[in-house]
T-cell receptor, first 113, second 110 residues
């Protein structure tokens, strides 16, 4: 069964450093998303991506964040200068379209020290 | 505004039935998902409702009333492995972002 994959599974970084989180969505999906979940809190929407551009973003997704689909398979989230409060689990998700299920990847646990 | 409410915790006995409720008030509504999440893991899809009524899928059923802003997830024949958090998520906006509730942590006891 096709699945969303993410790398790395864990990332530890120093405050102020840049990190890139990688995702490979399900191959025939057209809609891509990043969500985050701070420990003990709810899953929060960050950004959606469709047709090679950002389609919607939340207030969390400020100028420190960017997304890219550099080739036909990868979908990346970059945090330019990490802060302590960026420590969270980051989930990538993909979906085939409206009224279709969004499938989540296993997540990247980011710890900013 | 966006508001999705679910109970924080529930407990139930193995073999029993449990109903987890979700009420929502969101600025847009394109459907409602239920996901299961074990600690430290990703949400996994359980069910999707876009029209009013009951959707049944094995031991799991989900109900939606759009006029009442209400959904529930029904789990039958509970097993120990059903101990997890259950997340209610409303689909909103033209690109189907998910707005999640805080989740209901279900503990199944022998």
């Amino acid at each position: 069964e096709p699945e969303v994959t993410q790398t790395p599974s864990h990332q530890v970084t120093q405050m102020g450093q840049e990190v890139i989180l990688r995702c490979v969505p399900i191959s025939n999906h057209l809609y891509f998303y990043w969500y985050r979940q701070i420990l003990g809190q709810k899953v929060e929407f960050l950004v959606s991506f469709y047709n090679n551009e950002i389609s919607e973003k939340s207030e969390i997704f400020d100028d420190q964040f960017s997304v890219e689909r550099p080739d036909g398979s990868n979908f990346t989230l970059k945090i330019r200068s990490t802060k302590l409060e960026d420590s969270a689990m980051y989930f990538c998700a993909s979906g085939g379209g409206p009224e279709e299920t969004q499938y989540f990847g296993p997540g990247t646990r980011l710890l900013v020290l | 505004g966006q508001n999705i409410d679910q109970p924080t915790e529930m407990t139930a006995t193995e073999g029993a039935i449990v109903q987890i409720n979700c009420t929502y008030q969101t600025s847009g509504f394109n459907g409602l998902f239920w996901y299961q999440q074990h600690a430290g893991e990703a949400p996994t899809f359980l069910s999707y409702n876009v029209l009013d009524g009951l959707e049944e899928k094995g031991r799991f059923s989900s109900f939606l009333s759009r006029s009442k802003g209400y959904s529930y997830l029904l789990l039958k024949e509970l097993q120990m492995k059903d101990s997890a958090s259950y997340l209610c998520a409303v689909v909103s906006g033209g690109y189907n972002k998910l707005i999640f509730g805080a989740g209901t942590r279900l503990a199944v006891h022998p």
